[in-house]
Structure formats: C-alpha cells, structure tokens
C-alpha cells in the first residue's frame, strides 16, 4: 500500500492525538480521531495493546482510511507488521520495539519513524544517529496512561532543542494549559490522549490547543 505523506512532507509541528483502547472504543474510534482532526490534530497514532489481533487490524485500516481522506498521517504504536499491514504513514518505537533500522527496511525510505527517548538524551543521540524522523520525550506530567512513567524536564527539551535538528514530541499528561510551557521548551508537537478523549467533546478539546497552529485555521 501506498503512505499518503512521506517523512519530508508531513506536519512537523501541533497537535498529535493517541489514541487509548478504553477511552477510543472501537464503537466510536472513527468518530472521535474524526472530531479531533477537525479540532486541529496534525498527527494521529493508534495505541491499542489490548484488542486482538483481527480487530486491531480491522481499526487501523479504517484510521488510514479517515486519516488519508484528510491529509493527515497515521502512526502505528509499537506493532510495525500492523503498520506494514495496513499501510500506515509510519511506526512509533518503544525501548522494547523494533530497531530502527528494521523499521525502516520494511515499511521504506518515506516512512515517519518515531522514537521514545523518555528522560534520555543518549537514547535521543542513539535514535538521531540511525535515522529517526522524530524524537519523544516524556512523561512531563502524572499520566493517566502511563501513572509509573519515568518523568522528564523542560530542561531536558531545552537541551534536546539545541542539539538536534529534528521535530521533537513532548508526551505524559499534557493538557491545553500545561502544554504551553513545553512548546516554549522546544517541543514541536504535544502528544495528548486523555486530555482529548476523555473529554465528551473530543473536537472542542483539540480546538484548545489551537496556539499549536497560530497560522492554521482548523
């Protein structure tokens, strides 16, 4: 299958929405990743460690669907053959995932590859070094998701901002109103997942994070 951005062409600054197996129900999914690209989402990843395997495919392929229709990128968590397999624009890689390099052998040259880094720049040197296209650090925040994540600083985006010239992603427990001093860090795009979803109105919440975008009307 054919990605509808390649890594030289995507967004590289805003809003990027995860996805949360309990609060993005398969029921709603669609609706609530369509409600949030209305609001201004950038980037989309679909996060789901729970549903089984045939449902998690049947998801993805309708989020690349939604996701392509309107421009945007879909980023699989963890799981590349599920990105393979669905033709997502790329895969987000844990400490646990595949390596780099492998990624980007089977999912090619235009894939949006992206690397945890959590509260460490090594990792970050590490992952710049084999070619990632961004690098997340985090958790900045309490998370919900993630309550036993390690925490990083917005020193450390300083000091990440400075050293590399690739987008960066700030994640954990990042809201409207605690996102904004983690741009200022130098954080390219804020990653949020129970800020928006757990919110009933899922397009309003993303409509928050607008300074995100100032040149872009959602």
């Known amino acids: 299958m054919s990605r509808p951005l390649s890594a030289k062409r995507w967004q590289q600054g805003g809003l990027y929405a995860i996805t949360d197996a309990t609060l993005t129900p398969a029921a709603t999914l669609c609706e609530q990743v369509a409600a ?7 980037m989309i990843q679909y996060r789901d460690k729970e549903t089984p395997t045939p449902q998690r495919r049947q998801q993805a392929a309708a989020l690349v669907k939604l996701c392509e229709a309107r ?3 879909l980023i699989i968590n963890d799981d590349l053959e599920l990105a393979a397999a669905v033709g997502a624009a790329g895969v987000h890689l844990g400490r646990d995932d595949s390596d ?25 040197v590490a992952a ?22 390690v925490r ?3 020193e450390l985006l300083s000091h990440a901002r400075a050293q590399f010239d ?15 001093p983690l741009m200022a860090a130098g954080a390219d795009l804020l990653a ?27």
């Open 36 to 42: 949030v690209l209305n609001g201004g989402a950038v």
């Open 71 to 73: 421009q945007t990128p």
């Open 100 to 124: 780099i390099a492998t990624a980007r052998a089977r999912l090619g040259a235009d894939a949006i590859i992206g690397v945890s880094c959590y509260n460490r720049l090594d990792l970050a």
């Open 128 to 149: 710049a070094a084999a070619g990632a296209d961004y690098l997340a650090f985090g958790s900045f925040y309490p998370s919900a998701t993630k309550p036993q994540a």
């Open 152 to 154: 990083a600083t917005s």
């Open 166 to 180: 690739l987008p960066l992603v700030a994640i954990g427990g990042i809201n409207a109103e605690n996102g904004r």
């Open 192 to 218: 949020v997942i129970t800020a928006l979803f757990a919110n009933p109105d899922p397009e309003a919440a993303a409509r928050a994070f607008a300074y995100l975008n100032p040149n872009k009307s959602p």
